[in-house]
């Protein structure tokens, strides 16, 4: 049997999430029907990790088993032929026995987009949140590099959150500002927040991007970042920003190249 670890790009608005559900319409359940079709195996696929509803991916991970002889360079075309044009298998890569997306894997990056404009951009009404008013930028930065290093989350997940430990580290934080050129509104762009880490909590990355939004918006300073983490009260901090606006960017390992440049 070959371990094979896949990378794929989705658009998941039309989608119930990565993780089969029962109504059958999650990118898991294309994935391995679009193997099923290919291989005619019956198998399961691990991913490096679940998107709710609504979330995409730029470079999500899974691997699976499979007893197919079919040349490692020629999965990605086979398999886009037979998916949905909002699933894209970009990379394919034939890994030890021992590799596992999910628990292999050694860094995460999400990127949460804001488009800050008066009016939406129709084009990217499902991969960004539409913020009409403005935003200010330098606080939102700096809240945003208050979540770097080992922290406990309680006040940054959802209250269903399942795992036993809220404890994350945070490896680093990015905020991206692209400004453009509009003749009807001087501040019109897009805000792009990144967060890498070892591994993230039901809606963590939602709520900080939340978070971080109420103080581009005055309603919080950044200096009450330390003390809603130390508050361990979800009661402490910002909504839970919309799930379009979401991105599962890269995930990183030691052994399987991921970068999609």
Request: proline fraction near 7%; charged fraction near 20%.
């Given at each position: ?197 070892s591994g993230f909590l039901y809606n963590m990355v939602r709520i900080i991007a939340g978070t971080v939004i109420e103080v581009g ?30 991105t599962l960017w890269n995930v990183e390992y030691n052994s399987f190249q991921t970068r999609l440049d």
């Open positions: 049997m070959r371990n094979i670890a896949m990378v794929v790009s989705y658009d998941g608005t039309g989608y119930s999430g990565f993780q089969t559900q029962p109504d059958g319409n999650t990118i898991q359940d294309k994935l391995e029907a679009a193997i099923r079709h290919l291989t005619g195996e019956q198998l399961k696929i691990i991913g490096s990790g679940r998107t709710d509803a609504g979330v995409h991916a730029r470079g999500q991970v899974f691997n699976f088993t499979t007893g197919s002889q079919i040349p490692v360079e020629r999965w990605c075309l086979a398999l886009n032929s037979r998916l949905p044009h909002d699933i894209v298998v970009r990379a394919a890569q034939e890994v030890p026995a021992d590799f596992h997306a999910r628990r292999s894997a050694k860094r995460k990056t999400y990127r949460y987009s804001i488009q800050r404009s008066k009016f939406p951009d129709v084009f990217h009404r499902n991969t960004r949140f539409h913020h009409p008013m403005p935003l200010a930028v330098r606080p939102m930065r700096e809240a945003l590099a208050a979540f770097t290093g080992e922290h406990n989350f309680t006040s940054f997940c959802s209250t269903r959150t399942p795992a036993e430990s809220h404890v994350r580290t945070i490896f680093s934080t990015r905020l991206i500002d692209e400004p453009y050129a509009d003749p009807e509104d001087g501040d019109a762009g897009v805000i792009h927040l990144e967060v890498t880490g918006e005055g309603k919080r300073s950044p200096s009450e970042i330390p003390l809603i983490l130390a508050g361990e009260n979800r009661g402490l901090a910002g909504p839970t920003a919309v799930p379009h606006g979401l």
